[in-house]
């Protein structure tokens, strides 16, 4: 029988939720440029080995859809939090955090400075000053990022097994 745990992608649209869903679960030659804003929800699944997969889910990042958020989170044993690397992004992440620290609470959290490529983008270290949770940068558009966004995702996890057990 196979185990799901399930993560949940948080944060702005344009962000890279969907594109790190694709980078980590698809082939990589699909990924596409074009912007199609998520309706609701996106997801993908990573196989961890034969007997568990992880379900990733995003949370579509528009206002309108906040309200699913609750019921996204529910059950979600890992949250990632997805921001453009730009200080304006980081900051508009930042109140995001703040006004769901209640659902938050006592979860293993981490969060993605994504498009690390772009000139001017924050360093992940001053991204995570400003979270104040563990950051990582990335670049969701590059297939070489793969390996990276697993170990991210993976570690964690395996972080908060061990944590539990
Ligand atoms: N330059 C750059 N663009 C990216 C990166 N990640 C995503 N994008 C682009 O940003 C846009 C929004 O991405 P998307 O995954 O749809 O964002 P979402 O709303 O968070 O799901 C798309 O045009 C992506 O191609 C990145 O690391 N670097
Ligand atoms: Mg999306």
């Not at 579509?60 to 044993?77: I, T, V, Y």
């Not at 969701?140 to 170990?151: E, F, I, L, N």
Request: charged share 20%.
């Amino acid at each position: 029988m196979t185990h799901y745990v399930k993560v949940a992608l948080m944060g702005s649209g344009f962000a890279g939720k969907s594109t790190l869903i694709k980078l980590l679960t698809d082939k990589v030659e699909k990924l596409k440029c074009n912007y199609t804003p998520t309706a609701g929800m996106d997801c993908g699944t990573i196989t961890l080995d034969s007997a568990t997969k992880i379900s990733l889910i995003e949370m579509g990042g528009q206002a309108h859809f906040e309200f699913m958020w609750p019921d996204l989170l529910r059950g979600s044993k890992m949250v990632v939090v997805v921001t453009e690397s730009t200080p304006k992004a980081v900051l508009k992440t930042r109140q995001l955090l703040h006004k769901y620290k209640d659902m938050l609470q006592g979860v293993q959290i981490i969060a993605i400075a994504n498009k690390q490529d772009l000139p001017g983008a924050m360093k992940p270290e001053s991204v995570q000053d400003l979270l104040g949770i563990p950051t990582y940068g990335m670049v969701a558009v590059d297939p070489k990022q793969r390996v990276h966004g697993y170990r991210l995702i993976v570690e964690g996890l395996r972080g908060m097994i061990q944590v539990a057990g």
